[in-house]
């Protein structure tokens, strides 16, 4: 059973560019979420996906990221207009639901660097 | 809201000592999960394990072993017999049960080092 896996592993733009990040989930995981986590901290929550229903999205998230999940398969986390403050590593977790509650496993992450 | 505090930001120890990574949590629920992640320094994050409010029994995993006290609101996580492959940074994990989905609030994270 293959884990969840993100594509690219490492990303650097400048600012200003767009950056798009793909992450597959664990086969049959209906729900999968975005984090980010920047230096010295632990990850924050970014939005949440049950099959291709966006249903979560935090504050973080401003409007120049976009995430989607067309199929209830993979799903790409979009950021337009890159900014120094965007530098994070980008992280992608599925989980099965499940009663009572789901745990959620991560994929590598994307190391996502602007200049 | 929920809130992970993890006070011990860098932890030293040398083979085969045991060490406690400490957790502390705030919540309004009753009902809710809390976690433990390893993140060695490939970045990705590993479970290691998952206990839900109601249940207070301590667990042991191997050389793992995990104790939550609601009473102090804390999830302490004790390594025993350190090795080297044990350094890595982890996590303590809040979510609370949620109608869509479970959204982890995170802890900043303890550095383990141990040293040969």
């Known amino acids: 059973d293959t884990g969840v896996s993100q594509d690219p592993r490492h990303k650097i733009t400048k600012r200003g560019q767009n950056v798009t990040f793909r992450c597959d989930p664990i086969s049959e995981h209906n729900r999968l979420y975005w984090y980010r986590q920047t230096l010295g901290q632990g990850p924050e929550f970014l939005t949440y996906f049950q099959n291709e229903a966006q249903l979560e999205k935090s504050r973080l998230l401003s409007d120049r990221f976009s995430a989607e999940r067309p199929k209830g398969s993979f799903s790409t986390l979009e950021i337009q207009r890159t900014e120094q403050g965007d530098s994070a590593m980008y992280l992608c977790?599925?989980?099965?639901?499940?009663?009572?509650?789901?745990?959620?496993?991560f994929g590598p992450g994307t190391r996502l660097t602007v200049l | 809201a929920q809130k992970v505090t993890q006070a011990q930001t860098e932890i030293s120890v040398v083979e085969k000592e045991d060490v406690t990574l400490d957790c502390v949590y705030e919540t309004r629920d009753t009902t809710y999960y809390l976690f433990w992640y390893k993140q060695p320094p490939s970045g990705e994050l590993v479970f290691l394990i998952r206990r839900n409010s109601f249940d207070e029994q301590n667990e042991i995993s191997g050389r793992y072993s995990w104790n939550f006290q609601k009473s102090t609101s804390s999830f302490n996580f004790t390594i025993t017999a350190s090795q080297v492959v044990d350094s890595a940074v982890y996590f303590c994990a809040l979510s609370e049960a949620g109608e869509y989905g479970n959204k982890l609030v995170f802890g900043a994270g303890t550095i383990l080092r141990v040293k040969s």
């Open positions: 977790a599925s989980s099965l639901l499940a009663a009572p509650t789901d745990t959620q496993y």
